[in-house]
């Protein structure tokens, strides 16, 4: 079992940044993949960014690219997501997950989940 908590959420402007960061604990040794996922109201959670622990291979969805930067810390079995010039479209509860495979941008493929951060950028 692995426990993921997150933390960095907040509310900031058009153009500002924020750093979300996702703390691992348990059976971390397990863990392949780590992602950060958003859900906004009424809509579906979207993978955002994605990691892969073993060679820190990563992957971003196209509305984020060249704004956004994942990145590990393996010592510290954390995993940060690092938002720049954020957008209201941003705006969402940021979610962490893990798991134990090289897995894709499904949600229902990730097995280890925190309980979410939430994100608020105002125009």
């Known amino acids: 079992q692995v426990s993921l908590v997150e933390s960095g959420g907040g509310s900031v402007q058009a153009g500002g940044s924020l750093r979300l960061s996702c703390v691992a604990s348990?059976?971390?040794?397990?863990?392949?993949?780590m992602a950060w996922f958003r859900q906004a109201p009424g809509k579906k959670r979207e993978g955002v960014a994605r990691?892969?622990?073993?060679?820190?291979?990563?992957s971003y969805v196209n509305s984020v690219k060249s704004r956004f930067t994942i990145s590990q810390d393996s010592a510290k079995n954390t995993v940060s997501l690092q938002m720049v010039s954020l957008k209201p479209e941003d705006t969402a509860m940021y979610y962490c997950?893990?798991?134990?495979?090289?897995?894709?941008?499904?949600?229902?493929?990730?097995?280890?989940w925190g309980q979410g951060t939430q994100v608020t950028v105002s125009p």
């Open positions: 348990g059976s971390t040794s397990r863990v392949r993949s």
């Open positions: 997950a893990a798991d134990p495979d090289f897995v894709t941008w499904d949600p229902d493929t990730w097995q280890w």
């Open positions: 990691i892969y622990t073993t060679d820190g291979d990563s």
